[in-house]
Structures are given as C-alpha cells and as structure tokens.
C-alpha cells in the first residue's frame, strides 16, 4: 500500500503572521498585499530581509539580502518589524491543532511547514481531497495561506508544495515526476547544497531529469553516499518516515461543511452529537479532561458565530459534552438561519490523573466510563465507525467530518 503524505508550509509565514497580527489589533492595511519586507535592524548592522510579500518578490528581493539590497530593487518598499518570536510560534501551533484534527502523525519540519502521514487516516477520503480542504480551512479558519503538497513520500509531498504560490495545492505522484519535476533546474532538487550545483553543472546536470537519467553508480563515485541520495531523490525515491513526537494538544475540536444548507436544528443535534463522540474519543485517547465547550455555526454568508460554556466538571464523557454543547446550541442557533458548518471544541483540557473527584459523582463517573471503554475498545478494533449511537447513525453515512479518527 502507498504511504499517503502531505506537506503543508505556510506561505511567507513571517509576513502573513504579521499581517494577520496587524488586522486583528485594528489595521486596515493588509501588508501582504504591497510591495514590503519584514525587517532586522538595519541601524544596528542586522538590516536583511527576514521575510518578503509576493509584491517584492516580484522586483527580485530575496530572503536573508541586505535591506539596503532590497532598496535598490524597489526604492519604495515598505519595511515592518517582525512579531515576537512567542507570538510566531503561537500562530504556528494554530496550523499544528487543525492538522492534528486529520492525523496524529505530524512531523514538524521547521516552525512554519509539517509532514502530515494520512496512511491509515482516510476514511473513504482522497489524499488530494483533505489537502484541499486543510487549504481552505487555513484560509478561512486562520487567516493565512499556506500550500500543500500531495504524494506517495516526503520527498514528493516536499517537491509539490514548492511549486506555484501562493495558496495552491500540488500533487507529485509517480507518474507525474517526470513532467512535473524533471524539467526543473537541479538547483531545486530537495536536499541539494549550493555547492554541488556548479559541480554537477560542470558534468552536464543541469535539471533534475539530467540527473535522474545519469549513471547512478558514476554519481556515487563522485559524490559519495551522498550522490546516491540525490540521484535517488531526482527519482522520486525516498522510504523515509514522517518523524513526529506525540504531543499532548492544547484544544481538540472536530467539524463539517455541508454541501447545502441546513436550516433545522432537528438536523442540528445528530451531527453535533457526531462530532462530539469525535472529540470525547481523542481525549480519552490522549487520557485527557476537558473543562470547557465551545461551538461554532457558518452561516452561507460566511458569518462565524461561537460561544463557550465551562463544564460543571473535568470530563471526557461523550455524554456529558454532549449535554453542554446541546445546550449551547439551543442557546445560539434559531431555527431557519442557514447553516453551513457546525464545529466543536473543547479546551483548558488536563491531564486525568490530576483530576479532582467528587465523592458525589463517582457513581454517574464510573457508569459512564465503563460505557465509554466499551465503546472505545470496539473502535479501536474494528474502525471508529465500528459502532456509533443510536441517534448519530444516520448521519454519519451522510456527512464527512474532519477526523483524525
């Protein structure tokens, strides 16, 4: 079976996070929309360009030059300073929790891209399917663009998404390296030092094609192991793993776009209590409590409406979520608003071993995590849709929910 990976890197991730900054704390210029750069400080001797705008991109202005370069390019680019690294870091674990809805199995490749394995994570989706719908949701979801790159191995899912931007997603499977990856310069083959281009260009490697047609065994004789590499590379060889390290999220959440409208809160509540068992099971999986719910409703005219509810205690009930996050809807929706998306969070979430028990509730605790371990032994077996309540069935053959379950 193929591995199905993608790679998902945010673009100008600098920049698009201070332009983001800039909107929410009341600007109304949006900089990633004009020719400008965020800056070091040039007074101080440490003025180049951390990161650019397509617009500056545009008149040759490159990363890591002098600003004084970058002047000269375009004498009336605007220079911005950069956010806190903190609040960089911030808006990349936004990216991060939203993946983490589709797959547990996340390399974090720099703070700004990340390997998604969604081998086993599917669920009668297409790879290319969940790519384009974590593009759009980073888009509408967290007001930034990012690509993503669509392929059977990292390698590929790396090559993809450095293809056209912004805003795109790019497939590279094994049938299509060779048109859409062999014409490319050598220069962009992935793990390719500068140092080796002129090298290879001395022997007449001038694509990636070049490279992949040349005698592997002469490449490793003049490279070394690293000359295997990169020959196996510019044949869209890789068996590499997605590395990731387990992290504990800080939220979990789960949602679903419909196709058309739904204006019923009779329609509302099944596909609530759907996502809810999504998020009931990962915090169990994760031997977590949350303490807090919180709901979402789109409208079609792309309207957000949220609202939050504190839980009377640390839980991981589906029952007990369930109970607040109906109730919030009741409290929220009125019925004949066209609703076009509905999604569940839950946060301030702890770890179950530093719960504090009611003696009060340990009989209605006990009855409900017998349930819910029942429950989750036969999905764990058998597949999450395995076995579902009475009151979800027919919604979920109907609905696709993001899932990383």
Same mark, same amino acid.
């Given at each position: 079976?193929?591995?199905?990976? &993608?790679?998902?890197?945010?673009?100008?991730?600098?920049?698009?996070?201070?332009?983001?900054?800039?909107?929410?704390?009341?600007?109304?210029?949006?900089?990633?929309?004009?020719?400008? $750069? $965020? =800056?070091? +400080?040039?007074?101080?001797?440490?003025?180049?360009?951390?990161?650019?705008?397509?617009?500056?991109?545009?008149?040759?202005?490159?990363?890591?030059?002098?600003?004084?370069?970058?002047?000269? @390019?375009? %004498?009336?680019?605007?220079?911005?300073?950069?956010?806190?690294?903190?609040?960089? /870091?911030?808006?990349?674990?936004?990216?991060?929790?939203?993946?983490?809805?589709?797959?547990?199995?996340?390399?974090?490749?720099?703070?700004?891209?990340?390997?998604? +394995?969604?081998?086993?994570? &599917?669920?009668?989706?297409?790879?290319?399917?969940?790519?384009?719908?974590?593009?759009?949701? !980073?888009?509408?979801?967290?007001?930034?663009?990012?690509?993503?790159?669509? !392929?059977?191995?990292?390698?590929? !899912?790396?090559?993809?998404?450095?293809?056209? /931007?912004?805003?795109?997603?790019?497939?590279?499977?094994?049938?299509?390296?060779?048109? @859409?990856?062999?014409?490319?310069?050598?220069?962009?083959?992935?793990? &390719? =030092?500068?140092?080796?281009?002129?090298?290879?260009?001395?022997? =007449?490697?001038?694509?990636?094609?070049?490279? !992949?047609?040349?005698?592997?065994?002469?490449?490793?004789?003049?490279?070394?192991?690293?000359?295997?590499?990169?020959?196996?590379?510019?044949?869209? $060889? +890789?068996?590499?793993?997605?590395?990731?390290?387990?992290?504990?999220?800080?939220?979990? =959440?789960?949602?679903?776009?419909? %196709?058309?409208?739904?204006?019923?809160?009779?329609?509302? #509540?099944?596909?609530?209590?759907?996502?809810?068992?999504?998020?009931?099971?990962?915090?169990?999986?994760?031997? &977590?409590?949350?303490?807090?719910?919180?709901?979402?409703?789109?409208?079609?005219?792309? /309207?957000?409406?949220?609202?939050?509810?504190?839980?009377?205690?640390?839980?991981?009930?589906?029952? #007990?979520?369930?109970?607040?996050?109906?109730?919030?809807?009741?409290?929220?929706? /009125?019925?004949?608003?066209?609703?076009?998306?509905?999604? $569940?969070?839950?946060?301030?979430?702890?770890?179950?071993?530093?719960?504090?028990?009611?003696?009060?509730?340990?009989?209605?605790?006990?009855?409900?995590?017998?349930?819910?371990?029942?429950? +989750?032994?036969?999905?764990?077996?058998?597949?999450?849709?395995?076995?579902?309540?009475?009151?979800?069935?027919?919604?979920?053959?109907?609905?696709?929910?993001?899932?990383?379950?």
């Amino acid at each position: 079976m193929n591995k199905q990976i &993608l790679h998902v890197d945010v673009n100008n991730a600098f920049l698009s996070w201070t332009a983001v900054e800039m909107l929410k704390n009341g600007s109304n210029i949006d900089i990633r929309t004009e020719p400008c $750069i $965020i =800056g070091g +400080d040039e007074e101080n001797r440490r003025g180049i360009v951390i990161a650019k705008s397509m617009k500056a991109k545009e008149y040759g202005i490159v990363t890591a030059e002098t600003i004084y370069s970058a002047k000269n @390019k375009c %004498p009336w680019i605007k220079i911005y300073k950069g956010l806190e690294y903190c609040k960089y /870091k911030e808006y990349s674990n936004k990216l991060y929790n939203l993946l983490n809805e589709y797959t547990d199995i996340i390399e974090r490749f720099s703070i700004d891209e990340c390997f998604l +394995d969604m081998t086993k994570y &599917l669920k009668n989706r297409t790879l290319l399917e969940i790519g384009k719908e974590i593009n759009e949701r !980073a888009r509408k979801e967290l007001g930034f663009t990012v690509n993503v790159g669509v !392929a059977h191995n990292k390698l590929l !899912a790396k090559m993809a998404s450095d293809f056209e /931007k912004p805003d795109k997603v790019h497939t590279l499977f094994e049938d299509e390296i060779e048109t @859409k990856m062999w014409n490319l310069p050598v220069s962009e083959l992935f793990m &390719l =030092g500068k140092k080796t281009v002129p090298k290879l260009n001395k022997i =007449g490697i001038n694509t990636i094609g070049d490279l !992949a047609k040349y005698d592997k065994y002469e490449i490793i004789k003049k490279f070394g192991k690293h000359g295997s590499l990169i020959w196996e590379y510019a044949n869209g $060889i +890789d068996n590499s793993e997605v590395k990731y390290i387990q992290e504990l999220p800080k939220s979990i =959440g789960h949602s679903t776009t419909f %196709p058309e409208d739904i204006t019923s809160i009779d329609k509302l #509540e099944p596909i609530l209590l759907t996502l809810t068992e999504h998020v009931a099971f990962k915090l169990r999986k994760y031997n &977590l409590l949350a303490n807090t719910v919180n709901l979402q409703l789109r409208t079609n005219e792309f /309207k957000n409406y949220s609202h939050q509810k504190k839980l009377l205690s640390s839980t991981s009930s589906t029952q #007990e979520i369930y109970k607040i996050a109906k109730e919030i809807l009741n409290e929220m929706y /009125k019925n004949g608003t066209p609703i076009r998306l509905i999604g $569940i969070k839950v946060d301030n979430l702890i770890n179950k071993e530093d719960e504090q028990i009611s003696i009060f509730s340990c009989e209605k605790t006990n009855t409900t995590e017998k349930l819910d371990q029942t429950v +989750d032994e036969i999905k764990n077996k058998y597949g999450f849709g395995a076995i579902t309540l009475a009151g979800t069935l027919e919604t979920s053959k109907n609905i696709k929910f993001n899932s990383a379950e």
